[in-house]
């Protein structure tokens, strides 16, 4: 009798472990399925966003199209604005800041005329989202914040999404990074109102620079560091934010 008890009590006890299993796959299965579905969807609007807003504009560059199709922008934006993540447009990330259009962020991509082996000095880390695209294209990416909230937030990012390629340094862009110069490129994303010399002194012969520049009118310019100099090319006009300056 004592063992027929024993064994009644043991198929109790794993009855209720199994409606307890059964029950926690009941409540948690719909939520684990919505966010599979929710990365389904954001692998399709990045799809979209890469034909619509990029190849139907001229991206040509299949390295560049195919960092924009990896890179998952809607990590790199507020969380009460992931919602518009794939838009074709810039979003606030605080301080005064934006993430740029993703088709800015493409184009002066391409324009840097990037390679592998290369090493790409960025000034304007923002939320990470640029530096994010060079990384999956380039072997090193060196990126200067001068607002230390985001400086913070987008190593803490990049780091966990594994871009260990990508170093961030809280400091003045327009002074650049001189202790890994020179660069095979340099891209600004925020608008100096002229060219900072500093910058160009740290290209690399043969090296390209992508930065808007001005105040009320911006251009977008492709400056070439040659023997003798430098060659500017005019791209397109642009509205970025304005560069920020430590005048300390």
Known sequence: MRIFNTLSLRGALATKQSLVIIVVAIIFCPYLASLYAQDDDFDLQRGRMVKEQLESRGIRDEAVLSAMRKVERHLFVPSDLVDFAYADRPLPIG???????????????????????????????????????????????????ILEPLAVSAEKRLKSLGYDNV???????????????????????????????????????????????????????????????????????VRFVPMVHDKD
């Open 167 to 237: 170093c961030v340094k809280l400091g003045d862009g327009y002074k650049g990074w001189e202790e890994f110069a020179p660069y095979e490129a340099i891209i600004v994303t925020a608008a100096p109102p002229k060219i900072p010399e500093k910058l160009l002194e740290q290209l690399a012969i043969g090296g390209r620079a992508v930065m808007p520049v001005g105040s009320i009118y911006q251009e977008l310019y492709l400056i070439t560091r040659t023997e003798g100099g430098y060659n500017r090319e005019t791209l397109l006009p």
């Open 95 to 145: 301080h005064d800041q934006t993430i740029s259009q993703p088709y800015i962020v493409a184009y002066m991509t391409e324009a840097a005329k990037l390679k592998p082996g290369d090493r790409v000095l960025e000034i304007g880390t923002g939320s990470g989202y640029q530096a994010a695209v060079l990384a999956e294209i380039v072997s090193k990416v060196y990126s200067v914040e």
